[in-house]
Structures are given as C-alpha cells and as structure tokens.
Nanobody, 117 residues
Framework: HVQLVESGGGSVQAGGSLRLSCAAS????????MGWFRQAPGKEREGVAA???????RYADSVKGRFTISKDSAKNTLYLQMNSLKPEDTAMYYC????????????WGQGTQVTVS
C-alpha cells in the first residue's frame, strides 16, 4: 500500500520561502515519476514540478527559477523548495507518484496548504 504524506505548508509573506516535504512509504518501483501539483480555489489542478527516478526534472513556466524539486531516495522523501513566493502561488499543494509505464499519476497525498500574502 502506497502512502504519500505532505508537510511543510504554511503562511508566508510575498518574497518568502517554504520547503514542502512528501514522505513516501510502500513505494517499490525502481523507475517512476514523482511530482508536485497545486490547486487554488476555483481553479483547476496544475502541475508544478516533476522528477523522474533518474533525477531529471521539469517545471511549470510559472515557477521556473523559483521552485526546485528534489528527492532523497535514502529517506524516501520528495521536496519542493519554493523561493520568491508570490500571492498567486497560494494553493493546496499535493505530491503524487506513478510508475514510469503509467500515464496518469495514480497515488496522491492529502495535500498541504500554502498561503502567500
């Protein structure tokens, strides 16, 4: 059974930083993708950043240069370092995972709220 648990959300002023963590348990695939998504009230969920098991990364244009996704395989933890935060970054942030052969993310965490004022 796969479990993803996010933490690290909170309230911060514009220009500040937060680091989100996602602790993964029960994930046994050696080739996979993990990602961060966010959903603001009244808006569709959007992909923020993703990282593959080989370490390659990709980012949404809106966060390039400000956010960094990383993983610590020894700790089974995914991170999202968020710098230069803007009010438009306010959203519920979710981590997700999928084996490389699955097209859609199929394991999700419960989310952590980020509020930028």
């Amino acid at each position: 059974h796969v479990q993803l648990v996010e933490s690290g959300g909170g309230s911060v002023q514009a220009g500040g930083s937060l680091r989100l963590s996602c602790a993964a348990s029960g994930y046994t695939y050696s080739r996979y993708f993990m990602g961060w998504f966010r959903q603001a009230p009244g808006k569709e969920r959007e992909g923020v950043a993703a990282i593959a098991s080989d370490g390659s990364t990709r980012y949404a244009d809106s966060v390039k240069g400000r956010f960094t996704i990383s993983k610590d395989s020894a700790k089974n933890t995914l991170y999202l370092q968020m710098n230069s935060l803007k009010p438009e970054d306010t959203a519920m942030y979710y981590c997700a995972a999928r084996p490389y052969w699955v097209r859609q993310y199929n394991d999700w965490g419960q989310g952590t709220q980020v509020t930028v004022s």
